[in-house]
């Protein structure tokens, strides 16, 4: 009798325990509904506390397992070093860690999306504490659990800007800005994954995402440019995230680590 599983068998996410940070965000919660679409119970963690406890409640409607929405402040140390305790106490393990919480500022922000010798380095800091610290804070606090799981996975969302330069005839004549703090944090991630990799085998593999940029309300000529750039001629969508992350969450991706999927339509193939 041949022993080989099934496609559907090594999709399966039954009985294992998720951890989104950024869960309550557009794609942490495209993330979280690919996950528990395929039987994994999730632990949301955000802090935006009414956001995330609606987007649990949604996954537990849509879906039959477990939804749970955690609270925690990504620029606060100690309490990420205490999410695996809470999550381990709800759900009893964790088996996937998606790194998705990011600091991604905005155009009104102080030091942020302005030219580079206006760029703050409090902000960088804060950049840096949410993007590159707090996954590497929770994944070793989360490493027991992981190793004890027999199919441990971390997925780190990183961004095209983590490998690859912004081309700046995309900003002219807007308000959007590409701070060096983002993109050096990001970058920070995708070696960091590929040091946890092999840091952290055989018993937990760890991989990582990089988004495209992502449609939401995008503006004018930003957008045209943006498109007439990428070969799929299209800005991403947050759906477009969750099958790369379910590849490197489940079986499907058991022999796979210390790898970056770029999701970005080919951008980074030029």
Request: hydrophobic residues 45%; contains cysteine; aromatic residues 8%.
């Amino acid at each position: 009798m041949s022993t080989e599983r099934s496609l559907r068998e090594m999709m399966s996410l039954d009985g294992r325990v998720a951890v989104i940070t950024g869960g309550a965000g557009h794609i942490g919660r495209a993330i979280a509904g690919g996950l528990a679409e395929l039987g994994a119970t999730i632990a949301l963690i955000d802090m935006a506390a009414s956001a995330g406890k609606e987007a649990a409640a949604g996954l537990a409607k849509s879906w039959p397992v477990k939804a749970e929405m955690f609270d925690c402040d990504f620029e606060q140390g100690e309490a990420v070093k205490d999410l695996p305790r809470r999550v381990r106490e709800a759900f009893g393990g964790i088996d996937i860690i998606v790194n998705c919480a990011a600091f991604v500022g905005t155009s009104g922000l102080e030091g942020w999306a302005v030219p580079f010798e206006q760029q703050s380095d409090a902000t960088w800091r804060r950049a840096l504490e949410v993007n590159l610290t707090a996954p590497f804070v929770l994944i070793q606090a989360a490493a027991e659990d992981l190793a004890k799981s027999g199919h441990g996975s971390v997925i780190n969302i990183s961004s095209i800007y983590g490998l690859a330069g912004p081309d700046w005839r995309l900003y002219e004549g807007t308000a959007l800005g590409n701070p060096a703090a983002y993109a050096a944090s990001k970058g920070g991630l995708i070696q960091m994954t590929r040091w946890l990799a092999t840091t952290l085998a055989p018993k937990v593999r760890v991989n990582a995402v990089a988004p495209g940029g992502v449609f939401r309300a995008t503006p004018e000529p930003f957008l045209s440019r943006y498109v007439a750039r990428t070969p799929l001629a299209r800005m991403a969508r947050e759906d477009d995230m969750k099958g790369a992350v379910a590849y490197l969450a489940s079986d499907l991706s058991a022999y796979v680590t210390g790898q970056c999927i770029a999701v970005d339509g080919g951008w980074t193939a030029w």
